[in-house]
């Protein structure tokens, strides 16, 4: 039937015009719903950019910059930030009279040796009072001396610590009030990186606690972003006190929890993890514990530890000495960075030690005009040693003054 062949031909053609019409119609849409424009602000309105970290390419460099400067070529840190309180239990030490002028003239007689020890510190922690100190003789502020020789200024941004409601026995960091506007000042007076130490305790109890954990590496991560917003390079420092006398199986399972937990909480917190710095305790047993590890012991424990759950972004780890001695300090870093031989480091392993840096300074000072030089000279020794133990050739300084446990129990700085 020709009739009814041309019938569904006709048919045919209109369905494919209409097909045709109704294709192009489609894409007219879909070009106007998806211009780059739209799908742009789409993703701004979404979930994944309410926090979005809101540094510029240009902040982002500045941050990742200043924190390889600061662990460059074997660098650490000094951590010269002890508060008037802590500063004065160490003049106790000394019999001398915890007074401003007594604390500047030792900083002064530390900062004197920055041209000696620049090959070694990159950083120094001030506090608060330090930063605006200045030589009566000269009028300029101590810290232009550590300024001069490129050394880096960083400041202590916490206030201290208090019980933490909730967690019996356990305690949070204060200062997060008004920090933007602090750390605002401080760039402004010439500081580059700050520091928050954050507080755990490993007891039988069973702490540190979830919800202690949790606190404190979220304030710490609160803490980062606001620095990272002001130009200033976070220390992140989730301190798990050495108090006790748990094994150090039981300190590296704590360490692997509250370091994975504070990567989550920068990470949530959106902070740039190549703009900032680790600053743990070594993986080691309690204080009180009986049995003692080797250096070699807790350098593996504490590289694997690290290895699990610290991302590699993250540019340098610099450990706070926590009471070992300076000797022990030196030598459990040294061996870390001996580990290179065999295992791949991604980070920087360095210090930012406060006692086992400044315990031999301070004795050879004695309060006394006449142990300042010995004083510098005492500093500039366990800098050094810290700087070679960074490259895994520190030998050991073979003065049995230097083995001395620094252990304070509960510390505070
Ligand atoms: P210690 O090296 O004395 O433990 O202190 C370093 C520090 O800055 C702790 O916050």
């Known amino acids: 039937m020709p009739y009814l062949r041309h019938r569904s031909f006709i048919q045919a053609a209109f369905g494919l015009i209409l097909s045709f019409v109704f294709l192009f119609v489609l894409k007219l849409h879909l070009l106007s719903v998806f211009t780059p424009e739209k799908m742009s602000s789409t993703w701004e309105n979404s979930k994944w950019a309410e926090n979005a970290n809101p540094l510029s390419v ?18 650490g840190i000094l951590a010269a930030d002890e508060s008037s309180g802590t500063f004065g239990k160490r003049m106790a030490t000394i019999g001398a009279e915890n007074s401003e002028t007594n604390r500047r003239i030792y900083r002064q007689t ?3 040796q920055a041209e000696r020890v620049k090959t070694y510190i990159g950083g120094v922690i001030l506090f608060e009072e ?42 949070i960091t204060k200062g997060l009030d008004g920090l933007s506007e602090r750390c605002a ?46 130009g200033l390079v976070p220390i992140v420092e989730p301190e798990i006190l050495p108090d006790g006398d748990h094994s150090i199986e039981v300190c590296q399972r704590v360490a692997e929890k509250v370091l994975s937990v504070q990567y989550r909480e920068l990470i949530e917190h959106d902070v740039y993890i190549e703009g900032t710095l680790l600053k743990p305790n070594m993986v080691t047993q309690g204080q009180s514990c009986a049995t003692k590890a080797s250096h070699e012991e807790i350098a593996l424990r504490t590289v694997t530890a690290f290895k699990r759950v610290v991302p590699p972004a993250m540019p340098g780890v610099v450990f706070l000495s926590g009471g070992m001695s300076e000797e022990d300090a030196s030598l459990n870093l040294n061996a870390m960075n001996a580990l290179r031989a065999t295992i791949d480091i991604p980070w920087k392993l360095s210090f930012s030690f406060g006692r086992a840096l400044q315990a ?36 050991g300084s073979g003065d049995k003054a230097n083995t001395e446990s620094l252990f304070v129990a509960n510390h505070v700085y």
């Open 130 to 171: 330090t930063l605006y100190q200045q030589d009566p003789a000269t009028g300029e502020r101590i810290v232009k001396l550590l300024q001069d020789q490129n050394i880096t200024l960083g400041i202590k941004v916490d206030q201290g610590i208090k019980d933490q409601e909730g967690c019996p026995g356990e305690v």
């Open 58 to 75: 240009e902040q982002k460099k500045e941050l990742r910059d200043i924190a390889d400067r600061i662990v460059s070529n074997g660098k």
């Open 185 to 230: 000042q401080y760039k402004k007076d010439g500081c580059d990186f700050a520091k928050w130490r954050g507080v755990l305790k490993i007891q039988a109890s069973g702490t540190p606690s979830d919800a202690n954990i949790k606190a404190v590496t979220s304030d710490l991560a609160k803490y980062a972003r606001i620095c990272q917003q002001n």
């Open 360 to 395: 031999s300074a301070i004795k050879a000072w004695g309060g006394k005009d006449e142990g300042l030089t010995a004083c510098g000279e005492a500093f500039f020794l366990r800098a050094k040693a810290n700087g070679e133990a960074c490259h895994g050739k520190y030998k």
């Open 110 to 112: 530390l900062f004197q």
